[in-house]
C-alpha cells in the first residue's frame, strides 16, 4: 500500500514537489547571497564537490548535482576563465580530465560555504537541531529508496508497473 494515491495527490502538499520548491527557493535566495562573489548557486556547487573530493570530474560532478553535461562544459569553462577552477590530465589515465579548485578557489571558498551555511540556518529558523537530524535522516531514506530503484534490474522495474 502506497503512501499516496492517484485520486488525491496533492501537488501542493507532497513530499517530492516540496523537496523541489525547498531546492528552487534555497538556490534563488543563496544567488543573492553569493552575488558579492560573482557566483551563481549552481557554480558553487560545482566548487563544493570539488572542495570537499566528492567529484573531481565534469561527468561526477554532474552526475551528483544532477546537471546537463554541456551545460557543465560551459560552466567550468567560466568557472576556469575566473581561475577558480583548473582542468588536469590524470596520472593514471592521460585521458582522464580531473577538475581542482585553484589556490583562489581555495582561498574563496570558505568564505562561500560561510554564506550558504548561513542561508541554510535561515531556512531552517524554528527547528531544533533534534528536528534537523530527524529531517535529514528521512530524506536520506529517501535518498536510499531511489538510488536502490536505480539499481533494480527492469524486468522488476516493469513488473511493478
Known amino acids: 500500500m502506497g503512501i499516496y494515491e492517484p485520486e488525491t495527490f496533492d501537488i501542493r502538499s507532497a513530499v517530492p514537489p516540496l523537496v523541489g520548491r525547498v531546492r528552487a527557493a534555497f538556490m534563488n535566495a543563496l544567488d543573492g547571497r553569493l552575488a558579492p562573489f560573482d557566483i551563481r548557486s549552481a557554480d558553487y556547487l560545482v566548487l563544493v564537490a570539488l572542495a570537499n573530493d566528492i567529484a573531481d570530474t565534469a561527468s561526477s560532478v554532474c552526475s551528483l548535482i544532477a546537471h546537463d553535461p554541456g551545460a557543465m562544459t560551459r560552466k567550468i569553462d567560466a568557472l576556469e576563465a575566473r581561475g577558480l577552477v583548473k582542468r588536469a590530465r590524470s596520472a593514471e ?15 574563496l571558498y570558505p568564505k562561500m560555504r560561510e554564506t550558504a551555511v548561513a542561508m541554510a ?9 533534534a528536528e534537523v537530524r530527524e529531517l535529514e535522516a528521512m530524506l536520506k531514506r529517501i535518498l536510499d529508496n531511489a538510488e536502490s530503484l536505480e539499481r533494480e534490474p527492469e524486468p522488476a522495474k516493469e513488473a511493478r508497473r
Do not use: I, P, S, Y
Open 121 to 129: 540556518n535561515e531556512f531552517l529558523r524554528g527547528f531544533t537541531k
Open 93 to 107: 589515465d592521460r585521458r582522464a580530465v580531473r577538475l581542482e579548485l585553484t589556490a583562489e578557489g581555495r582561498r
